[in-house]
């Protein structure tokens, strides 16, 4: 808390009524002064030379500003403004931002929660301005205002951004702020804020190169999707903080002298990794804290003229791989050939001190700050960032292109999409020498629809380095790619099974349903005949029955699959028998609305109270997290399995949650102690004689739970188990889980997420 919260915390007062309800005793005064300060910080912050006239209409639109979200209080109880200043002040002093988007950040939510109009800020601001403000409304509407992130909605968010960066900049400072004040609101908004946070918008940060809010973004984020992860990391790091501050000044002190006695001007530091990607790095390798080596990385920044920038990183790099010995494979260099978010940067790993590989990144002053800041920060160097700027145009060109190929499946638009924001780049060759960034895992095709759709579409193979090579070959950086092409070429159904880019599988779609369309044509004809023969007439209502009977999306599919014959005369007939019998029933209603699903399926549900209401209600477990009492848990409503619980940090979550919000629903358990539920643990270590005796004595005898399998598999003196057992809740899990830790040869003991499939 700074000084100045501080003194605001103190002139506030909370009184307790005789009722027990807080009331707020407000100093007006002190809040006007506050506010006024607030406005002054975020002008000292101001990173750009500004003219008295720019100056000018900053007051004017933080007084509008002021005056427009007056009396309105965020959920914290405080002033609505102090948000539009907070995001302002992130816009300048984070992002580096110029006045225009500091105006625009302070009034990025008046036109939407306040009687300001887009007309009254082009009147006051001019044309710029309101269309940077209805940018901001439209993204706001869409995306805060539905309960779900969903496809079109996307669509439109991106395109917004594709017509002005400085529209997403100042939502990505918006989303910032609110992250950094989230603890204000429920736990249900919570999850869904963050869950949204980590899936959208903590990739677009990465990807405009805006380093150190993409990562606090990250840890936010993980720290209200699964508070115990984020707590425990963030604790174990405090802990080992002296050991390591000992251990990065001892593998400090030679290079710094080093570089001294060479005349560098230079910072040397260690810098902790995120918590939120050691806690991915746990998660994906299957490690515990203490076996991730590289908690920090150490970082060297010099001070280079423009022209010596390359050659003196790599002197560095040649001192520093003097004093420690290189690992052979890790040289990165980003400084020839920065990343397309415009990351340069040369890392090396080494072995320190006490046998420990190290990770080293060299870099000037200006690479770091672009790093950290991004695009916004390249007004400073501007000649020097000049490729950097193209590199973030031509990813702008493919947004807007991926775009413009509206796509009916877009929910999976948004995860191809999504890949393509986060992976890692690979650099190939055209057999001229023109260089193309894809994404790892890149394929020969992929490489031939970022030539040209038209070469895409007619591939036949590839000729990657001289060599023959079919489509489905994996791109290596540095091939050099030639694409061969037949005019009888079309693209088919395998191709998606391979292709990685975005802008190659929506091509391949595209392509794919004008074939299918063509096809369903002729099955519409067939079917037409195929109804008389059955003594069906060929009408709407009966092709939309049909539609439901065959459980298929669109007419279209029906039409296709007659002249595929997947559907033929036998399934017409029954499909007709279904008619006649239904007929006699009395109606039940299909395609039944949520509300009814949940009122129909209410009942016994004894464990877990669901809904607003923390009513009983039916459930199931989800087999792919398999929850058990104690997890944090929601609901997710599914058309066809009524109501199915997962826990809060299950895989799919941040999937389910960002994607369909409005099907989850509160899930709290209750009677914790009733049944035993089964969870998976899996154990690694040294074999050794009566181990596996030992494992079976602690899980039966110290906990009394009981075991339902356990297997085991031995190789080169390791061993692996699998064991599902029996437990009542996650403290009676933990509690075991640390006790089968504790067995001598044991290396890592956790949770498995499903029962079902234990890979
Ligand atoms: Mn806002």
Same mark, same amino acid.
């Given at each position: 808390m700074n000084k100045k919260q501080e003194h605001l915390e103190q002139t506030m007062e909370t009184i307790h009524q005789k009722d027990n309800t807080p009331q707020i005793i407000i100093d007006e005064e002190a809040e006007k002064k506050e506010i006024l300060s607030r406005y002054r910080k975020l002008l000292k912050s101001i990173k750009r030379k500004i003219t008295p006239q720019e100056r000018q209409n900053i007051r004017k639109a933080f007084d509008l500003a002021v005056k427009a979200h007056a009396n309105v209080r965020r959920k914290s109880g405080e002033p609505y403004i102090y948000h539009p200043i907070a995001v302002a002040q992130i816009c300048a002093e984070?992002?580096?931002?110029?006045d225009t988007s500091i105006i625009c950040a302070l009034l990025h939510d008046t036109v939407e929660d306040t009687d300001i109009t887009l007309q009254d800020i082009e009147k006051l601001f001019g044309k710029k301005i309101a269309s940077i403000i209805n940018g901001l409304t439209k993204i706001s509407t869409v995306l805060d205002k539905n309960q779900s992130i969903q496809a079109e909605n996307f669509r439109k968010v991106l395109l917004t951004m594709a017509e002005d960066i400085r529209v997403i900049l100042i939502k990505i400072a918006d989303r910032l702020h609110n992250m950094r004040t989230l603890e204000h609101m429920s736990r249900e908004q919570q999850i869904k804020i963050a869950s949204e946070t980590l899936f959208l918008y903590a990739p677009l940060a990465h990807r405009l190169g805006l380093n150190s809010i993409k990562t606090e973004l990250e840890d936010l984020g993980l720290k209200y999707t699964n508070p115990e992860a984020y707590h425990e990391i963030a604790e174990k790091l405090k802990e080992t903080e002296e050991e390591r501050k000992k251990y990065i000044q001892k593998f400090i002190q030679p290079v710094k002298k080093a570089l001294e006695e060479k005349k560098f001007k230079f910072k040397i530091f260690g810098r902790p990794k995120s918590i939120y990607s050691i806690y991915n790095k746990m998660i994906k390798k299957?490690?515990?804290?203490?076996?991730? +080596? *590289?908690l920090f990385a150490i970082r060297i920044v010099i001070d280079s003229e423009p022209d010596n920038e390359k050659s003196d990183c790599w002197e560095v790099y040649s001192i520093v791989t003097d004093i420690y010995h290189p690992f052979p494979d890790r040289l990165r260099d980003w400084i020839s050939t920065p990343k397309s978010n415009g990351y340069e940067s040369l890392h090396t790993t080494v072995m320190g001190p006490e046998g420990k590989w190290v990770e080293v990144q060299i870099r000037t002053t200006r690479m770091d700050e672009l790093a950290e800041?991004? +695009? /916004? /920060?390249h007004w400073k160097y501007k000649e020097a960032s000049h490729e950097r700027e193209n590199k973030l145009e031509e990813w702008l060109k493919k947004v807007r292109e991926a775009l413009e190929? @509206? *796509? @009916?499946d877009a929910l999976e638009f948004i995860d191809d999409f999504k890949l393509n924001l986060f992976s890692d780049e690979i650099y190939v060759f055209t057999p001229k020498g023109d260089m193309k960034t894809l994404p790892v895992n890149a394929t020969a095709l992929d490489f031939a629809f970022e030539v040209h759709t038209k070469v895409g579409e007619h591939a036949i193979g590839a000729k990657v380095n001289q060599k023959l090579v079919p489509l489905s070959h994996v791109l290596q950086s540095g091939d050099q790619v030639e694409i061969l092409t037949s005019a009888k070429q079309k693209p088919n159904e395998d191709w998606l099974k391979f292709v990685v880019t975005a802008r190659a599988k929506s091509k391949i779609k595209t392509a794919l349903k004008e074939q299918r369309k063509k096809v369903a044509e002729e099955g519409k004809e067939i079917l037409k005949k195929k109804l008389q023969k059955v003594d069906l007439p060929y009408e709407s209502e009966i092709i939309n029955e049909m539609v439901s009977f065959f459980k298929l999306p669109n007419v279209m599919e029906l039409y296709y699959r007659v002249a595929v014959e997947n559907i033929d005369l036998p399934d017409l007939k029954s499909f007709k028998k279904y008619k006649e019998s239904k007929r006699k029933k009395t109606n039940i209603q299909e395609n039944e609305k949520i509300e009814t699903l949940v009122t129909r399926t209410r009942g016994k549900g004894d464990l877990l109270v669901i809904g607003d209401k923390m009513e009983h209600l039916d459930y199931k477990l989800s087999p792919c997290c398999n929850p058990i009492p104690g997890d944090d848990v929601f609901g997710f409503i599914t058309t066809e399995e009524g109501i199915k619980i997962h826990r809060v940090n299950c895989p799919n979550a941040i999937h389910l949650l960002s994607h369909y919000a409005y099907r989850v629903v509160k899930a709290k358990w209750i009677n914790e102690h009733l049944i035993s539920f089964l969870a998976g643990i899996k154990v690694k270590g040294i074999d050794k004689l009566g181990l596996v005796n030992e494992l079976t004595k602690v899980i039966s005898n110290e906990h009394q739970v009981n075991m339902r399998s356990i297997r085991f598999d031995t190789e080169d003196g390791l061993f692996e188990g699998d064991i599902t057992v029996y437990v009542h809740d996650t403290k009676h899990l933990n509690r075991l889980i640390k006790n089968l830790k504790k067995v001598e040869g044991v290396t890592s003991v956790y949770r498995m997420d499903g029962t079902e499939n234990n890979q």
């Open positions: 984070e992002m580096g931002l110029g299957h490690v515990s804290f203490e076996e991730i +080596y *590289d800041k991004g +695009y /916004a /920060a190929n @509206p *796509d @009916p």
